[in-house]
């Protein structure tokens, strides 16, 4: 006794029961051990539940000794039966020790039982079979779930799902969650919805993966399906990734509808939403909203990051927008941030496409200086850049340097030089460095191959077919190349069609006038409210009323205001570069190839096989891309068969196919041969004021020329003065194209004007210049003689 209390000691029967148990318990394990269940006698040993229970929890005994004990106690039905909390444990040795090739036959021992294990159990299984990489087996265990009516409980498959989405098991994930959802449905009460409810990490962890992967519709089909369930709400980063996805996927009123629900349930907009919106609006080409939103992001309280620089530098890039791209690029550098290979890149690129040589060159030494590691694609738009620019030779020399350091060159590199070549005639060394580039190891892409077939077919030099599929390592590109080009020309040969020419092709509904409705069929009616200073003073005056004088965003919130729930989206300009086509044998009839030999029968002007090529892939259920549009709607324009050019037009816009720059290129230039150039001017303004057009040097030109040949001079001026200010330095064919319209109008001393302006910006004279100043040499001296003669 101490402190006054007595101690008790336990009764003698329950201290013999527990030792009784210990010594049947040690008995066991060591039988098990050293003979398996053979020696085991089921007349002499009790067995219970906590006994087997004991003996699965022993950690001094093998996982296959477990299980073999489990069976033999399986085999004494109906003397003992297993219980879910056996079957559980059994489960929970088998996962660990990898022995998952036993639980089908425990599964059916289970069901034999008729016994069900606790959900946390079959989450085990699910994710020991996701480790594994069984997903075949995962999903019969889902199934078998199902048969027994397991209520899958989204608390214990989100970890789960979200390793199904790391395994890349989508379309299973898609199948696990939308089962949750339904389960959800088939809840009555509004607390047992909510806790069923799929958590917001793993459905976003699902949709990132659906749109890294591109899987436009299993994306939209889980948002819409997450939409229905009124009690799911989106966090803010699954915001962010809707707003993302659906932007970059050129949705951009989805995207605005997803911010404007986001502002109304009163989540702030963090950096990640700003950069997703300036991303969106220049995917969509709709440049200038994104540089005002740019500035709303900088008087938020954020602080733009390197990828926010990145995403409006490449916007103002790809847009032709330099000063503006220095600008930001300046204030990048002033807050500390260094720039990376991509912006750098990005305003490269963009300075060769704005003719800026000297500049581009400049910024090219400062990214050396600077320490920015160069890469292939840097030295491609370089060399592309100089070729493209009038500078060959430098092109030609800086390839060649590259080539005896053996680095910064690869597969693109020599497809630019064997371009260029072709274009200049030169067919045997263009053949020559392919055969080089195919001795370094480099993919010979249909590119180059078409770059090569168009030489060929416009030089007559066919008998270097054989020589090219001799030397090239993937001999079977040219030669599937060449079969497809045997079959599609058999195939047009034999081919019955009512059909002559191109006439029936393209039926051009409506008239001359309804230019304007053509250019607009692909840009609804909200792309023209999407615009800054655009749409009625009664929508303007609703709007001011309804302004959030506290808000962060006040024109982003103003853009989400102007979209219409019954509205889809389109692109009114394509900022995405274009991708490298790789050949996919003989069994592929694709748009790739397709565009491949209508670059071929374009090239040499058999506009008739074209149009026939046109014909019978179409019939064959190929979807033509804006290229293939584009180029025989050039193809048209050039033969003066304008009617059949804006029929071609209309069915982009019946076929939702998205215009681009040179889309508008092409009409400019249609409508400038028409001598409407009351049209042209039109569209011009129509496509400045929506605020999402933009310019390049080539629809500069063809405007100006346009304008210049219709008398309108003092528009064509104007637009001069407008490219030079937009940061688009003026080219040769700008110079020669003012000179020859002022020239051809009697206005001398302003064709002269320009002549000297031409010289004093370092712009190099070609042939055309010469003709072009022989004309204006003419024209004086026949002035001078009238002079002489009154």
């Excluded at 330099?322 to 941030?337: T, V």
């Excluded at 003066?640 to 092409?666: H, R, S």
Aim: hydrophobic residues 40%; charged residues 25%; aromatic residues 8%.
């Amino acid at each position: 006794m101490r402190h006054g209390r007595k101690t008790l000691s336990p009764p003698l029967n329950s201290a013999s029961l527990q030792l009784g148990n210990i010594l049947l318990l040690a008995f066991v394990t060591k039988t098990l051990k050293e003979s398996g269940t053979r020696n085991l006698d089921p007349r002499s040993i009790p067995i219970s539940e906590p006994l087997v229970l004991q003996v699965l929890g022993k950690n001094s005994l093998d996982s296959s000794k477990k299980l073999d004990f489990f069976r033999w106690c399986s085999s004494l039905r109906p003397i003992y039966k297993h219980t879910a909390c056996t079957y559980s444990h059994i489960f929970r040795t088998v996962c660990r020790a990898g022995f998952l090739e036993e639980v089908p036959s425990l599964l059916n021992s289970m069901q034999e039982d008729d016994v069900v294990v606790d959900s946390e159990t079959f989450k085990l299984l699910l994710e020991a079979c996701i480790k594994s990489g069984k997903i075949d087996f995962a999903i019969e265990i889902l199934d078998y779930m199902e048969e027994l009516g397991t209520s899958l409980s989204p608390k214990v498959y989100d970890s789960v799902l979200v390793s199904l989405v790391r395994k890349k098991q989508l379309g299973l994930a898609m199948s696990i969650l939308f089962k949750l959802l339904e389960a959800c449905n088939d809840n009555t009460a509004d607390n047992s919805v909510v806790e069923s409810l799929p958590g917001c990490i793993v459905c976003n962890e699902l949709l990132v993966a659906l749109r890294k992967s591109d899987r436009r519709s299993e994306f939209k089909q889980v948002f819409e399906r997450l939409k229905e369930q009124k009690e799911f709400e989106f966090d803010i980063y699954g915001y962010n990734i809707c707003i993302h996805a659906f932007g970059c996927w050129d949705d951009l009123h989805t995207s605005l509808r997803m911010f404007k629900e986001m502002k109304e349930k009163g989540l702030v907009p963090d950096l990640h939403t700003y950069n997703s919106l300036i991303q969106v609006l220049c995917v969509v080409g709709k440049v200038k909203d994104a540089l005002i939103v740019w500035e709303e992001l900088k008087g938020s309280g954020h602080e733009p990051n390197e990828f926010t620089y990145r995403i409006i530098i490449q916007g103002c890039c790809k847009s032709y927008r330099m000063d503006d791209a220095m600008k930001i690029f300046s204030e990048m550098q002033y807050n500390g941030l260094i720039p990376d290979t991509v912006v750098y890149n990005s305003l490269l690129n963009g300075m060769f496409k704005s003719r800026k040589v000297m500049e581009a060159c400049q910024l090219f030494e400062k990214m050396v200086q600077d320490g920015v590691r160069t890469s292939c694609w840097t030295h491609n738009i370089l060399i592309d850049g100089l070729f493209r620019n009038g500078r060959a030779e430098a092109a030609y020399t800086l390839f060649c340097d590259l080539k005896k350091k053996g680095k910064f060159v690869d597969g693109i590199t020599f497809s630019i030089v064997v371009l260029q070549l072709c274009r200049e005639g030169q067919i045997e060394e263009a053949l020559r460095l392919v055969e080089e580039m195919e001795g370094r190891g480099f993919v010979v892409d249909l590119v180059t191959i078409s770059s090569l077939l168009i030489g060929f077919h416009k030089y007559g030099r066919w008998d270097f077919t054989e020589r090219l599929m001799k030397h090239i390592r993937d001999g079977n590109l040219v030669l599937d190349v060449l079969k497809w080009k045997a079959d599609v020309e058999a195939t047009m040969k034999s081919r019955k069609s009512k059909r002559k020419d191109y006439t029936p092709m393209f039926p051009y509904k409506g008239n001359l006038s309804e230019i304007m409705s053509l250019i607009g069929s692909t840009n609804l009616e909200t792309d023209a409210n999407l615009v800054s200073g655009e749409g009625d003073a009664k929508d303007e005056g609703s709007q001011l009323t309804n302004i959030d004088e506290w808000s962060s965003s006040p024109y982003m919130d103003k853009l989400a205001d102007q979209v219409k729930s019954d509205c889809h989206s389109s692109q009114l300009f394509s900022l995405a570069r274009g991708l490298r086509v790789q050949g996919k044998g003989m069994g592929t009839f694709d748009i790739d190839m397709v565009n491949t030999f209508l670059s071929i029968f374009l090239a040499k002007g058999k506009l008739n096989l074209a149009c026939k090529l046109f014909e019978i892939f179409t019939d064959m259920g190929v979807d033509p891309v804006n290229y293939t549009y584009n180029s025989m709607m050039s193809s048209f324009v050039k033969k003066g068969y304008f009617n059949q050019a804006w029929g071609v037009l209309n069915e982009m816009g019946e076929k939702f196919c998205p215009t681009d720059i040179a889309t508008y290129n092409v009409v400019i230039q249609g409508l400038g041969k028409m001598g409407r150039a009351d049209l042209a001017s039109t569209i011009l303004d129509k496509l400045m004021k929506q605020g999402g057009g933009y310019l390049d040097v080539v629809m500069y030109n063809t405007l100006i020329n346009v304008l210049g040949k219709a008398g309108r001079f003092d528009e064509a001026n104007m637009l001069f003065e407008q490219m030079r200010t937009s940061g688009i330095n003026p080219d040769v064919v700008t110079f020669n194209t003012l000179i020859e319209v002022n020239g051809k109008a009697g206005r001398l001393k302003e064709a002269h004007y320009f002549l000297k302006m031409m010289l004093d910006s370092g712009c190099t004279p070609n042939h055309v210049t010469d003709t072009t100043l022989d004309f204006l040499g003419r024209e004086i001296d026949r002035l001078k003689d009238q002079n002489r003669n009154q």
